[in-house]
């Protein structure tokens, strides 16, 4: 398993912007299919996007047109950019790391994103 460490949470007002971050401490980073999680208070984890090795993106309906997932294999890193936040985004965010299938089975510690006036 790999090592992830996210940043970049925060409270941000609705139709705000937040960009997270996700450092992995493997030398094969960019061998790795990466991707954001998303877990509300009371509800299941839920997919918010993912991006494979080789660069195809995949989102959750609920954040199309106004997320964005990139990765930087360079410096071992994945992002999630997040435009026009709105109250329903409010969640504990979380990097998932797979190798092979995408089966994510590393995390990192999360980092709580809150939209809110």
């Known amino acids: 398993q790999v090592q992830l460490v996210e940043s970049g949470g925060g409270l941000v007002q609705p139709g705000g912007s937040l960009r997270l971050s996700c450092t992995a401490s493997?030398?094969?980073?960019?061998?790795?299919?990466m991707a954001w999680y998303r877990q509300a208070r009371g509800k299941q984890r839920e997919l918010v996007a993912l991006?494979?090795?080789?660069?195809?993106?995949n989102y959750a309906d609920s954040v199309k047109g106004r997320f964005s997932i990139s990765r930087e294999n360079a410096k071992k890193t994945v992002n999630l950019q997040m435009n026009n936040l709105k109250a329903e985004d409010t969640a504990a965010y979380y990097c998932g790391a797979a190798l092979g299938r995408l089966s994510f089975d590393s995390w990192g510690q999360g980092t709580q994103v809150t939209v809110s006036s």
């Open positions: 493997t030398n094969i980073f960019s061998s790795y299919h």
């Open positions: 991006i494979t090795s080789g660069g195809r993106e």
